[in-house]
């Protein structure tokens, strides 16, 4: 996390793949969810809440109300 920290903070894009949410949730500020090799959604970390987020990363194709 740190080594991530560091290069978002100089500028680098830092492309990472992962499942763990919470990780995700306090680092990335974009998520692109995929399924089946494609992007199914981008959702911006900043405006999109947290149920939003879990129910795409777990293939939702409904909004979570």
Do not use: P
């Not at 080594?3 to 500020?29: M, P, Y």
Request: glycine residues 8%; proline residues 0%; hydrophobic residues 45%.
């Amino acid at each position: 996390t740190k080594l991530i920290e560091e290069q978002l903070k100089i500028g680098t894009t830092v492309l990472v793949i992962s499942h763990d949410f919470e990780f995700l949730a306090n680092t990335v500020s974009k998520l692109w969810v995929m399924g089946d090799g494609k992007i199914e959604t981008v959702l911006d970390m900043s405006e999109s809440n947290k149920f939003l987020i879990l129910d795409k990363m777990r293939g939702g194709r409904e909004l979570v109300r």
